[in-house]
């Protein structure tokens, strides 16, 4: 009987998250909510929390309430305050515009490249590394939409073809900054064979192994596929006139430009001078991360003669902190859901069928299904994220029942789910660069389809060559 209740109400509880992404819902709450009633379903079943070394509250009632805020305090505590601390670093190097001064150095010398398909490799690259400075998708769309745009414009580069490169410009960029390596190298650190596992190190050894030569390889595709769109479409020789202003050029002496040009990158070249010096100093992301911000206020000062002004901008780095929030709850939220399905047994049942299945072929099917799931979630919903983090809990016990590493779960169903969000109607970014452009998003993610599929295929089977 209680298989049967088991396997139905798991059954269940997926459909509805899956649903729920489709659907875009807000995803947080609907892993939250059916997480908790999983765990009152558990405690009927007779099961348990499922929690290891987890201290009742003396009233099953609150059993469930007080796993869940457990699972929070140890969330923030751990993954949750390095998102929150990235979150208001970011913010700030907005609001001091050092984002802003990054983007002008890196995409003026475009300007003076006057062949249109040879600057379609080298604008991937560029917007990929600009992503690391700004994350979001989206937001980096619109600053190249408004930056970048008319330059490629005026080069002879087609409306298409300008569009499709800046709606692929935040893919798998390797970044000890990302939430989603820090969420996963923080878990992977829980566990023995990876102890002392720091995000640098993930993304250097293992992230970075598979998502710089995918990156080398969406360039070249991107190259001939949109050449050989615009000799396919009649429409290319029409003088398309799109209505995207120019920003103004970001003022002040060379030494200034370059300085705020490295602050949105200080971290990250922090932890990477010692991590290849082999300096025997233990820094983390939010350490790096403060000590940057630190340098940044210093730098304010100077450039505004001690402007009390300077100050008060500081405040755009807690509410920075602020919206890290809701990475964090997504996290919480995952993680309660997960803990239900380990309540009511599906994760040891998954995990046992695993074990039964090693040496028959499991190892490379478990990673194929995750990274087809991912896709076809991105598809439907536009959303990358949300399912990577909420099998985060599952990848390292799912990984050593079916014999594998867990390495060769989390870098092909994170990358996956990066890739394919540029191939996806209805994603945030494919949305807005289409109506910028005012063409359909179905002929923009045509531009986009083969270089980012290429990029998932790619990145799988080296994934697979390398850890499995």
């Given amino acids: 009987m209680n298989n049967f209740i088991m396997y139905s109400t798991a059954i269940i509880a997926i459909a509805l998250v899956v649903y729920m992404l489709i659907k875009k819902m807000d995803i947080k709450i ?13 405690i009927a079943m007779g099961t348990g929390m499922g929690i290891k070394g987890f201290a009742s509250t003396g009233a099953l009632m609150f059993d469930p309430l007080k796993a869940a805020a457990d699972i ?17 670093y970011s913010a700030y190097m907005s609001k001091i515009g050092a984002n802003d001064v990054t983007v002008n150095v890196l995409t003026k010398p475009i300007s003076k490249i006057k062949s249109a398909y040879i600057l379609v490799p080298i604008v991937f690259l560029i917007g990929n590394l600009l992503s690391l400075v700004i994350p979001s998708a989206s937001n980096l769309a619109i600053i190249l939409l408004a930056t970048l745009f008319p330059v490629l414009k005026k080069s002879g580069m087609s409306t298409l073809t300008a569009a499709a490169v800046i709606a ?11 939430s989603d390596n820090v969420a996963i190298a923080k878990e992977l650190a ?6 002392g596992l720091s995000v640098t190190d993930y993304v250097v050894k293992y992230h970075a192994m598979v998502s710089i030569p995918t990156l080398g390889v969406m360039a070249i595709l991107h190259y001939f596929w949109q050449k050989y769109m615009d000799k396919k479409d009649p429409r290319i020789a029409e003088d398309e006139k799109i209505d995207i202003k120019n920003v103004d050029e970001i003022k002040g002496s060379s030494l200034f430009k370059t300085v705020y040009a490295l602050l949105p990158l200080l971290p990250i ?11 025997k100093v233990t820094l983390s992301v939010e350490v790096a991360s403060i000590v940057s911000f630190i340098i940044a206020i210093c730098c304010e000062l100077i450039r505004n003669k001690g402007n009390k002004k300077v100050l008060d901008d500081t405040e755009a780095f807690f509410k920075g902190m602020a919206s890290g929030m809701s990475i964090v709850a997504l996290l919480v939220a995952a993680s309660v859901f997960v803990t239900g399905l ?21 190892g490379i099917i478990l990673p194929l299904i995750l990274v087809a799931l991912s896709l076809l979630i991105v598809l439907l919903s536009g959303s990358g994220t949300a399912l990577f983090f909420a099998m985060i809990p599952l990848m390292v016990p799912l990984a050593e029942a079916a014999g ?19 191939v996806s109607p209805v994603a945030a970014v494919t949305v807005i660069v289409a109506g910028s452009v005012k063409k359909p998003a179905l002929e923009v993610v045509r531009r986009t389809a083969v270089p980012m599929i290429g990029g998932v295929i790619f990145m799988f089977i080296l994934s697979m060559i390398l850890f499995l």
């Avoid at 609907?30 to 558990?42: E, M, N, P």
């Avoid at 594998?404 to 990066?418: E, T, Y």
């Fill in 30 to 42: 609907t892993l939250f909510a059916i997480g908790l009633v999983l765990l009152y379903i558990a």
């Fill in 72 to 88: 929070f305090k140890q969330t923030l505590s751990e993954a949750g305050f390095i998102i929150l601390i990235l979150g208001g």
């Fill in 168 to 178: 692929t410009t935040a893919t798998v960029m390797p970044t000890p900054l990302g």
């Fill in 190 to 195: 829980k566990y023995p064979a990876y102890a």
């Fill in 269 to 279: 070249l922090m932890l990477i001078a010692i991590y290849l010096t082999g300096w």
């Fill in 342 to 362: 380990k309540a009511i047994g599906l994760i040891n049942t998954l995990q046992t069928a695993m074990i039964s299945t090693k040496g028959t072929g499991m």
């Fill in 404 to 422: 594998i590493s867990p390495i060769a779960l989390s870098v092909p169903m994170g990358l996956a789910g990066n890739l394919m969000r540029a």
